[in-house]
């Protein structure tokens, strides 16, 4: 396997899945408009041979296809998912010893290797400024790294095994950083490394950090992954790339030998910078906020280092792939940590987090003749008690009885479910919790709702497939088009306050509830262009769920509370842009323009978009 990130492009390049892009790149921008555009087209890696300002090569898109991905992982990938299943259910090695000989040997070869320090030859000091600072988006405020394995200790328990290494974003330069000094590190509440720099200031000691850059394929992924208790990343790298994680301690810093480049600094106790803004994976920018400032001890680089980058934006992007990878590795991980769980679909439409889809067993009253959700919602809770799956704010729940059930067919599923709920009963609501810190469409950072949905029995409702008559000719609210079956889309005056939206709910609801009955057409979408949200699927998950709060943007036609839960006949999801959102991420035109000049005949990446 490969032993670096240059074996890896070389083997890419081999196969016919790489080019080298030859001319001057600037990172302000250009970098990440070819990427998108590439990506957009299904196209290859990307190594850009001379980037502006720095003398280091940059590639990006190793991760864009899960065919590539799976290629570039091809000698490990089976003993890696053998080792994760085995941690996800140990009694199976009981039943099957023989089976699973191999996969102990795998995981013991894995652990990491500690290095002496003077074998740090290869590296030599650099400094911030000498790495590609690359700008993704129009109004970032700053370079950012996007592809980092940041890792810290516990300074309870120091040492490599009791180490976490995950993705973190990175602000390099802009806002208030001193550029070569000072760094932002910027993570949610549910991380790693934020129990282990909650632990360092109840010690009154700064917590060090190694930010590590590059290296094998396996070591970025592995800052990703979400392994079973037990299963240091640091061995999932090096069960991934079929190599030792080597590495030593300098000025009491871990340095990863096989990294490209590495970061290291403290973060003291109380010391923050703004960080932000950043377009980000939800497809707006999160913007500026107080995150844990590092202060710079070291900067090293290998020669002839690679800096490898993605760019993250409305999905579908790298991190899609990153995701489908994630799922081939873990395979049935969630089975194993929720019992009663088939299935659970982090939906990549809707920016991953904001929305789940999942299929669960109910058997806690086989007796009844009429079925209502029971194990469902205890399943329901456990997941949105679930590491990321905690981000969600909806959560649709089914339970597969007699036909089979696919979370990744979305509008089958969604509709499964709308025929089926009852929404007297079947919609649970959890206020003032958590929600992911990049989705503004809550309360504050941090903090928002969330909702489950749950359905199981019998077919309650046929499902409109036409506008129905009570969506039409409703004085302000028009242009009503269907985006699925049960579902419409309608367009309402442009939201100003919470006061005037409930005006206007009521009015909407008025007209409707004057028509009479409406069983067909269960949910309702108000928004700004139903023109957009009907054209695609993927366009009706994403603006839905990225721009609504659910306890603040449900309502409900002859909605009512009883014993403080909340009905309705039909629901509203009112998924207008708000004035608290952040701004939606556009290009720049000029620079689309710009890079039209990588594309010609002749140019590096001329063919690669089909025209």
């Not at 001319?23 to 590439?38: R, S």
């Not at 000025?251 to 973060?267: K, M, N, P, R, W």
């Not at 005006?503 to 067909?520: D, R």
Request: glycine content about 8%; hydrophobic content about 35%; overall charge negative.
């Amino acid at each position: 396997m490969h032993r670096n990130l240059e074996e890896c492009i070389l083997d890419l390049e081999k196969a016919g899945q790489l080019i080298r892009v030859h001319e001057e790149v600037d990172p302000h921008l250009e970098m990440a408009a070819i990427h998108m555009k590439v990506f957009a087209a299904d196209g290859p890696a990307l190594l850009f041979e001379n980037v502006k300002g720095s003398s280091y090569r940059a590639v990006s898109n190793l991760f864009g296809h899960l065919e590539r991905s799976k290629f570039i992982f091809r000698n490990t990938l089976d003993s890696t998912q053998d080792v994760i299943a085995l941690r996800n259910d140990p009694i199976s090695a009981l039943k099957n010893p023989f089976k699973h000989i191999g996969s102990g040997i795998a995981g013991s070869k894995a652990l990491p290797m500690k290095k002496p320090t003077n074998s740090l030859n290869g590296f030599k000091e650099i400094q911030i400024s000498d790495i590609p600072l690359i700008h993704h988006w129009p109004d970032d405020g700053g370079a950012f790294v996007t592809l980092p394995q940041v890792y810290s200790e516990d300074p309870e328990k120091p040492g490599i095994m009791n180490a976490n290494l995950g993705m973190y974003r990175v602000q390099l330069s802009g806002n208030e950083y001193e550029l070569n000094k000072e760094i932002g590190l910027h993570y949610q509440i549910h991380r790693g490394i934020g129990i282990h720099q909650a632990k360092a200031n109840k010690l009154g000691v700064p917590l060090k950090v190694s930010i590590f850059i590059g290296g094998p394929p396996a070591h970025t992924l592995s800052a990703v992954m979400p392994l079973p208790e037990g299963l240091s990343e640091m061995t999932f790298a090096g069960l991934l790339s079929g190599r030792r994680f080597r590495y030593s301690y300098v000025d009491g810093y871990c340095i990863s030998h096989d990294a490209d480049f590495v970061i290291t600094g403290e973060i003291h106790p109380g010391e923050t910078k703004p960080e932000g803004p950043f377009g980000d994976h939800l497809g707006y920018y999160s913007l500026t906020h107080e995150f844990p400032l590092m202060r710079v001890h070291k900067v090293y680089a290998k020669e002839n280092a690679i800096w490898p980058f993605t760019v993250v934006g409305r999905p579908p992007q790298e991190d899609t792939a990153f995701g489908d990878l994630i799922h081939e590795l873990t395979g049935d991980a969630i089975k194993q940590e929720i019992p009663g769980v088939k299935e659970v679909h982090a939906v990549d439409a809707a920016g991953v987090h904001p929305l789940l889809f999942a299929i669960g067993s109910e058997r806690y009253t086989p007796y009844q003749k009429v079925k209502q959700p029971a194990e469902l919602l205890t399943i329901a809770n456990r997941i949105l008690g679930t590491g990321q799956l905690s981000l969600a704010k909806y959560l649709f729940i089914a339970a597969e009885e007699e036909m089979p059930l696919d979370t990744h067919e979305e509008i089958k599923f969604l509709a499964y479910i709308l025929e089926r709920i009852d929404l007297r009963r079947d919609i649970h609501f959890q206020t003032n919790t958590t929600i992911d810190t990049l989705d503004y469409s809550g309360t504050g950072l941090n903090t928002g709702s969330k909702v489950i949905f749950a359905a199981c029995g019998d077919k309650k409702r046929d499902l409109c497939t036409d506008v129905p008559e009570h969506l039409k000719d409703l004085n302000n609210f028009g242009k009503a088009l269907l985006v699925m079956p049960g579902v419409v889309a309608i367009e309402g005056p442009k939201y100003t306050s919470s006061e005037q939206t409930l005006n206007e709910i009521k009015t909407l609801t008025t007209m409707i509830e004057e028509k009479g009955a409406m069983p067909s057409c269960p949910l309702i979408i108000l928004c700004d262009d139903s023109r957009f949200m009907s054209e695609t699927m993927s366009n009706f998950l994403w603006a839905t769920f990225t721009r609504s709060n659910p306890s603040h943007d449900i309502h409900g036609v002859n909605s009512y509370y009883e014993n403080k839960h909340w009905s309705c006949d039909n629901i509203i999801i009112d998924a207008r842009i708000k004035p608290h959102h952040a701004p939606l991420l556009v290009s720049d035109p000029d620079v689309e323009k710009n890079i039209e000049r990588f594309f010609v005949e002749g140019a590096s990446l001329s063919g690669v978009i089909s025209k």
